[in-house]
């Protein structure tokens, strides 16, 4: 799926002044959409593989909310911040995809167990889980993968202190700007960080979690 008029090359994104482009996009100018296309589409990009774990759909994602934001762009920047509406989108867009995959992995499943059982006997069914297990801290500090180690244990937070942490740490993004997207109260952010970073703590073996 492509973009009209939007490339792929990247540019740095503290360059750009978002105020003036969400002018432009208003306006109708395909250029200005392209130049926050180019400068917002890899950390987009990372952000939506760190739900749907697929390079391919990941890239489907990012396109399909800059062709909604081209679409619905005499409303550009008018309730805020552009980048905080884009991770709003790209977040909604890998949930919806995430519920519809389990909903077909659960009728493939059901299907399966009709066709070779005769019937359907049983009630329990399979979901899909959102992130893999954290890695043993210690191997991962022997095998000098640290960072590594760190994306998996965030991967293995829930939703929302997955989001905010991820937020928070590869995109440096402030708690107002996190609550926009997770539509919630920077208070609230602040919790989620907190308890985010006690959980990570535990995962990856840093520090024990009696008192904390």
Same mark, same amino acid.
């Given at each position: ?6 490339a792929i090359n990247g540019s740095p994104v503290g360059s750009l002044d978002e105020s003036d482009l969400a002018l432009r996009?208003? %306006?109708?100018? @395909?250029?200005?959409? @392209?130049?926050?296309y180019r400068a917002y589409r890899a950390p987009l990009w990372r952000f %939506? ?6 390079? *391919? =759909?990941?890239? #489907? ?16 920047? &008018? ?23 389990? /909903?077909?992995?659960?009728?493939? #499943?059901? %299907?399966?167990?009709?066709? *070779?059982?005769?019937?359907? &006997?049983?009630?329990?069914?399979? &979901? /899909?889980?959102?992130?893999? !297990? %954290? !890695? ?8 000098? @993968? /640290?960072?590594?180690?760190?994306? +998996? ?5 829930? *939703? +929302?202190?997955? =989001?905010?942490?991820?937020? +928070? ?17 920077? @208070?609230? =952010? ?18 024990? &979690?009696?008192?904390?």
């Amino acid at each position: 799926m492509a973009v009209p008029g939007i490339a792929i090359n990247g540019s740095p994104v503290g360059s750009l002044d978002e105020s003036d482009l969400a002018l432009r996009i208003r %306006a109708g100018d @395909e250029s200005a959409c @392209e130049a926050l296309y180019r400068a917002y589409r890899a950390p987009l990009w990372r952000f %939506a593989y760190s739900y749907v774990r697929s390079p *391919e =759909v990941a890239e #489907e994602l990012v396109q399909d909310v800059f062709l909604a934001l081209w679409r619905s762009r005499a409303e550009a920047g &008018t309730r805020g911040s552009i980048r905080t509406w884009l991770y709003a989108a790209i977040r909604n867009q890998a949930l919806n995809h995430l519920r519809h995959e389990r /909903i077909v992995t659960r009728l493939d #499943e059901r %299907a399966k167990r009709v066709s *070779e059982d005769g019937n359907d &006997t049983s009630g329990a069914e399979r &979901t /899909i889980a959102m992130g893999a !297990p %954290a !890695p043993d801290a210690h191997s991962a500090i022997e095998a000098s @993968e /640290i960072d590594d180690a760190v994306m +998996r244990a965030i991967a293995a937070l829930s *939703e +929302r202190r997955r =989001v905010a942490m991820t937020l +928070r740490w590869k995109h440096d993004m402030p708690a107002s700007e996190i609550a926009k997207v997770l539509d919630t109260t920077p @208070e609230s =952010v602040r919790v989620l960080l907190t308890r985010a970073r006690q959980d990570l703590s535990a995962l990856l073996g840093l520090i024990p &979690t009696a008192g904390r």
